[in-house]
Every structure is written in C-alpha cells, then in structure tokens.
C-alpha cells in the first residue's frame, strides 16, 4: 500500500513538472516573440 502512494506521489511530481516545463517553454517562446518590440523600448 505504502508502495502504491509512493508510486502515486511520483507520477503527480512528474505530471506537475512537465506541466511547468510546459509553461516555462510557452513563456520563453512569448517572451523571445516579444522581446525585440521590448528592447527597443528598453535600449539606453
């Protein structure tokens, strides 16, 4: 029984880290969409 919650415990680590990895790649792709409009807004 012990094993099955750790197994469970596992799999929901991993589902919650794709999914970050996921928004973290749907950010940066935003992020390098935008960031030539921001930085010749931010250039000194």
Avoid: V
């Amino acid at each position: 029984m012990a094993n099955l919650l750790a197994l469970f415990k596992r799999q929901e680590s991993l589902r919650r880290d794709s999914a970050t990895e996921h928004w973290e790649k749907r950010l940066r792709l935003d992020w390098t969409a935008t960031a030539p409009a921001w930085g010749a807004k931010f250039e000194p």
